[in-house]
């Protein structure tokens, strides 16, 4: 068996008057030299030579369409759409690679692919008739016929049929993961369009949903059940369906809540006081100062309601 040696680098210690200090070494290893496989040697420079017949075809299209094309248009307008009659079913061929497991998605680009040819081969033939040589015009568009050709047999070589269920194993499987990609899509539309919702409401000074956040204490002598409403974007419940009116007006914490845990906490009155009236902007101040009154002769000194 061939080998081939290759270097490399360890530490090693390494002392000096009776210091150790780790120092790097070179060293080689033998490696097995694998035998040529010349299958994939044989495969890659048949891919080589289709893609330099593909090239040869697009070159010689572009040259005899663009010079058909230049006795009614620009000579770089010509030249310049005259690509286009090739590359369209070059990009036909890549793309019924791609499907290449899926044959349903495959038929088109398959179809699509053979007219793109056999209109450039009409155009490189009606050159040669124009230009006074028929037999130019003919062999030249069999040059595109014989890319596409060369093109189909290498694409069947690598192609691994598969059978009817494990077909449609990979189909569910698609489906499946085409299903989170659509609903990734579809939930940051519906973020993005309940963003601009909540900013067009807060423009028209109209309240939005109210949540409760536990606040993590600043220090170890602050209530850890201290409370504070925020107020809630749409994207922070995009995990959650939309509530109903009903479900709406159960969720939201009414005034006389938020004053009861807010006391509750510990919290001053007048933070008590400003905390609701920035959750609740719509809400008078005096009804706030007076609810918030009201809560607080509910409260003996331990803070526990009566």
């Known amino acids: 068996m061939k080998t081939r040696s290759k270097q490399r680098t360890r530490l090693v210690p390494h002392v000096i008057n009776g210091k150790e200090h780790k120092v790097e070494e070179q060293y080689e290893v033998e490696f097995p030299v694998l035998p040529k496989d010349w299958d994939d040697l044989v495969l890659k420079a048949v891919l080589a030579t289709t893609c330099a017949v593909i090239l040869g075809a697009v070159a010689w299209s572009t040259v005899s369409i663009g010079d058909l094309l230049s006795q009614a248009a620009p000579t770089w307008v010509s030249y310049l759409v005259a690509g286009v009659f090739d590359l369209a079913w070059i990009i036909c061929m890549a793309t019924e690679w791609l499907s290449r ?30 230009a006074g040589s028929v037999w130019v015009g003919v062999f030249g568009a069999v040059v595109s016929a014989l890319a596409k050709g060369m093109w ?76 504070r409403p925020v107020l809630a974007r749409p994207e922070q419940q995009a995990s959650t369906p939309p509530l109903t009116e009903h479900e709406h007006r159960a969720a939201t914490p009414s005034m006389a809540e938020l004053a009861r845990e807010q006391l509750a906490s510990g919290t001053s009155r007048p933070d008590v006081v400003a905390s609701i009236l920035q959750a609740m902007p719509t809400a008078k101040p005096e009804s706030v100062k007076a609810e918030v009154r009201r809560q607080a002769k509910k409260l003996d000194g331990t803070g526990q309601y009566l």
Do not use: C
Request: proline share 5%.
């Open 101 to 130: 497991y899926d044959p349903r998605k495959a038929t088109l680009p398959k179809v699509a692919g053979w007219v793109a040819l056999a209109i450039s081969m009409g155009a490189i033939f009606t050159h040669g008739n124009v």
């Open 152 to 227: 189909l047999v290498v694409m069947r070589h690598t192609a691994r049929d598969l059978d009817g269920k494990a077909r449609q194993w990979v189909e569910a499987e698609t489906a499946e993961v085409n299903a989170q990609l659509a609903m990734i899509t579809v939930t940051r539309q519906l973020n993005r369009t309940r963003a601009r919702a909540a900013d067009e409401l807060a423009a028209l000074g109209q309240p939005s949903t109210l949540v409760v956040e536990r606040a993590a204490p600043s220090t170890e002598h602050e209530h850890p059940e201290q409370a």
